[in-house]
């Protein structure tokens, strides 16, 4: 393991790695729902100067919770691979549609965070697999909290839907390094599989990560 003192010495490891999909080096921060992804997914970017994020949220849809893979590999994967801009569009969770189409250039390096990023037709365009180290039950406490009682009963459908995932298609044991959150911020180890020696300490500044 190497050991790592902020998310700028973890950037410049992640700026470093081969490119994984044509020009792109795409790294994926996968974990449970409300295991803090999309913070993280976003400090990282600041870090790596502003490099941008795709949430798997705006690809999937009420009908198809894991079943977008299809389209990410048309809208998304293939154009990057070729050099070329992708286009898509995000899902709209209250109108339950697909709003107006956004682009996405082949950037040096591409975020993309969600329950599934690390799964087993993504892993061959990774350049490195991130796993959000929070237990699955406190994950969707926060979620749950979060998301409040109106949505109780789409927490109960995706719970169901998430296990079945992961148990046929885990992220967690081909993880290149795994991410926790502490009290001052975040800490990660790095290795084969994510779990080759105990987390280096990392200090942020600001508060926990909301989700």
Not at 50 to 64: N, Q
Not at 91 to 108: K, M
Not at 127 to 141: G, Y
Request: glycine share 10%.
């Amino acid at each position: 393991m190497e050991s790592h003192q902020s998310l700028e010495s973890l950037a410049r490891e992640l700026a470093a790695l081969p490119c994984s999909l044509g020009p792109v080096r795409l790294i994926a921060i996968d974990g449970h729902a409300g295991s803090g992804k999309s913070t993280f997914a976003g400090r990282l970017a600041e870090a790596l100067g502003g490099a941008p994020v795709m949430h798997l949220d705006d690809v999937a849809s009420h009908e198809e919770l894991f079943g977008w893979e299809e389209r990410l590999r048309t809208q998304v994967l293939e154009p990057l691979a070729d050099g070329r801009p992708a286009h898509w569009a995000p899902y709209d969770w209250v109108e339950r549609r697909f709003g107006p189409e956004r682009v996405l250039e082949p950037a040096p390096l591409l975020l993309v965070e969600g329950v599934g990023a690390g799964r087993r037709v993504l892993r061959p365009h990774l350049a490195r697999l991130l796993w959000m180290e929070t237990p699955r039950a406190e994950s969707w406490r926060r979620g749950r909290t979060r998301d409040g009682r109106e949505l109780s009963g789409f927490w109960d459908g995706w719970e169901r839907a998430e296990r079945a995932h992961f148990s046929s298609d885990p992220s967690r044991p081909f993880a290149d390094t795994l991410v926790r959150q502490s009290g001052t911020g975040y800490e990660w180890s790095s290795g084969t599989g994510g779990t080759a020696a105990a987390p280096a300490s990392v200090t942020e500044g600001d508060e926990l990560p909301r989700a």
